[in-house]
Nanobody
Framework: QVQLVESGGGLVQPGGSLRLSCAAS????????IAWFRQAPGKEREGVSS????????YYADSVKGRFTISRDNAKNTVYLQMNSLKPEDTAVYYC?????????????????WGQGTQVTVSS
């Protein structure tokens, strides 16, 4: 059974850090494009960051460049999103997703498998 399970969300003060994890089962992440999306209340889902195994490229939305880092541990079949210098506008439900093929800028309709999401709240 193919499954993605996110963890690591929570409440953090502005300027703080969180590391999200996305553990995959039922398939190997090595050959997939992996992305993190987020969705805030009343807003569309947006691609935050991605990594494509096809060419080793990474993508970061302008709003998170220099603050977020995507990484992968193949041995654990897990992808991470390190989030530093968090801002209130980063508050959202964060989802990881995997795609057999995806373009350089993550688009939700290209992704085949999704996790259930984890809430990140940045507030003082």
């Amino acid at each position: 059974q193919v499954q993605l399970v996110e963890s690591g969300g929570g409440l953090v003060q502005p300027g703080g850090s969180l590391r999200l994890s996305c553990a995959a089962s039922g398939f190997t992440l090595d050959y997939y494009a992996i992305a993190w999306f987020r969705q805030a209340p009343g807003k569309e889902r947006e691609g935050v960051s991605s990594f494509r195994s096809s060419d080793g490229s990474t993508y970061y939305a302008d709003s998170v460049k220099g603050r977020f880092t995507i990484s992968r541990d193949n041995a654990k079949n897990t992808v991470y999103l390190q989030m530093n210098s968090l801002k209130p506008e980063d508050t959202a439900v964060y989802y990881c997703a995997a795609a057999v093929y995806a373009g350089p800028v993550p688009a939700a309709d290209e992704y085949d498998f999704w996790g259930q999401g984890t809430q990140v709240t940045v507030s003082s």
